[in-house]
């Protein structure tokens, strides 16, 4: 039902992926020069949920033969809003030629010192599915499960049933569908008999020429680190103004496709949007007293929609000890719904459900026990209220110690989604999902940029380059 990744308060993380031309390392690689260029287009299908502002996506050359790809993440275009940055180094030359290294940096996305700790650094390997010719179309990079991964409590869901290997558990493709437009799609392996998850799929136009490379590319194989104290420490700019004489053309005009999201005056201690598109906003207090948790979840959906939320208690969990795969925990998958503890409602009600699988529906459970559950539909929007225990759900009734599967605790996240339903079961909901990390007690300062207020919040601020 849901996809979902798992990041921590200002990560650092690495990835290296690997060129190979069927296996065989490549002693030169080259993108023909059409893929040079600054790239822009609205998230179709993402991670964090579906985006109504713009993603900027640069592909660059630098004078020794090496590319730089680089883009901010912004998160629903609200200000102060660069959540993040990302930079991938490719390999031009030599025998590591085609590795790609992924820089990336996150940060005002996730609770204070995420699940205890500050940061990590990350290597994985992939390989170019096949070395791109001189006029191709397409690139494709994929997971090389057999060389040096080590993803366990990493990114990546080899841990995924069955285990999956390669391409199957994850795969990168940039397209050129004409001179001025690309895609980039990255999918992730799916549960057995349904579809693979897809961590972005993005159409982008071209609005300008390639930036020049200023920074100092990195070595390459071993000698090859992200400088996360430098180079790799600071959002893209997208104010340069010199640009590689490779590829030049005048910029397209791409407006972001966003309203400014609605004024809301909440009963509850806390509120925030949790994303723009499909309007989702949650809201809950904490009473600590009776250990409990009160939510209302509310988005814009038909008359015969649903709204959904799903508790991962331990979807964000660092350094806890094994535990069997058995539980269901979801923990070792990182990515994915597995694990979560699902409340769903539309008109007809509100159900309970436990997510066994990364991918693909969830199955109905009411060991959540939740209580003061009620719908209400109006004015095209769906507003579904309950209250939870603190402690409470499927890994707790499976014996899962309550210092870990509590609420207040530093190991879980949330899971959402908003689609149709099919009689009294749910329709997949396609694009719209999404997930967060929720500090129950104290979501400031992390979540602030998204906290309801008596007025909109403005338009003028939406645009994220």
Known sequence: MFSNTRVLSKVLISAAFLLCERGVAATKFELPDAFEGKWRGIPAWNILGPWSVNLTFDISKAENGDYLFENNLGYEGLSDDTMG?????????????????YCGWLRNFLRDGGAGLAGYARLEEFVLYDAPKPNASSVTWCLNDQTNNRSKGGPWPLN???????????????????????QSTLLMAGSPGHAK??????????????????????????????D??????HPIDYNRTTHSKRRSICPFKYEPNASPLPAHTSTFKNCYWLNRKVQYRLEWDVDEQNSLLHVSMSADTSAGGYVAVGFRPLGAVKGLPEMPVDLQTGAEQEFGMKGADIVLGYQGGVKNYFAYHFTG?????????????????????????????LVGGKLAASGVSAEYVNLLS?????????GEMGGDNPSYHFQKRGFRFVDWKKPAPEMTPFKCQASSINEQKLEIQ
């Not at 982008?204 to 390639?210: C, H």
């Not at 959540?368 to 209400?376: D, F, P």
């Not at 530093?410 to 908003?418: H, P, Q, R, Y």
């Open 361 to 389: 529906p969830p199955d109905e459970d009411w060991s959540l026990n939740i209580t003061n559950a009620s719908t209400a539909y109006e004015n095209g929007r769906l507003t579904v209220n309950f209250t939870r225990p």
């Open 197 to 226: 998850s897809k961590h972005l799929d993005v159409k982008l136009a071209r609005v300008g020429p390639a930036p020049s490379v200023k920074i100092q590319m990195p070595g390459h194989g071993a000698n090859f680190t992200c």
């Open 160 to 182: 995924n049933e069955p285990k999956c290997t390669g391409c199957d558990c994850f795969n990168w493709t940039i397209s050129l569908l004409g001179p001025n437009e690309l």
């Open 85 to 101: 940055w990302q930079r991938f180094y490719v390999e031009g030359s030599g025998e590591t030629s085609g590795v790609l290294w």
């Open 410 to 418: 530093d190991n879980g996240d949330v899971i959402w989604a908003t």
């Open 228 to 233: 996360f104290l430098d180079r790799d420490a």
